[in-house]
């Protein structure tokens, strides 16, 4: 499957990244995959290296839910 990135959206307040991805299934539909995870930081980033760092630890989160749902 190749799923793009629809968005990836960080709340300073609660600390809360946001990473939906999207990709259309065999049946006409569309398969939605999303992630809400604390994100903290302790550097100065910008708003393009926070939308970095928050899609790199939503593909690690998701890389391991995939393992897990694969049984390794």
């Known amino acids: 499957m190749a799923y ?4 990836a959206k960080y709340d300073p307040h609660t600390q809360r990244a946001y990473v939906e ?3 259309e299934d065999s049946d006409g539909g569309e398969v939605v995959a ?6 903290r930081s302790t550097a100065n980033l910008t708003k393009r ?3 970095q760092e928050i899609v790199r ?3 690690h989160i998701f890389r391991k839910v995939g393992d897990t749902l694969s049984g390794g």
Do not use: G, P
């Not at 999303?34 to 994100?39: K, L, M, N, R």
């Open 4 to 7: 793009r990135l629809a968005q």
């Open 21 to 23: 991805l999207r990709e």
């Open 34 to 39: 999303v992630a809400v995870f604390s994100f």
């Open 49 to 51: 290296q926070i939308e």
């Open 57 to 59: 630890k939503a593909r």
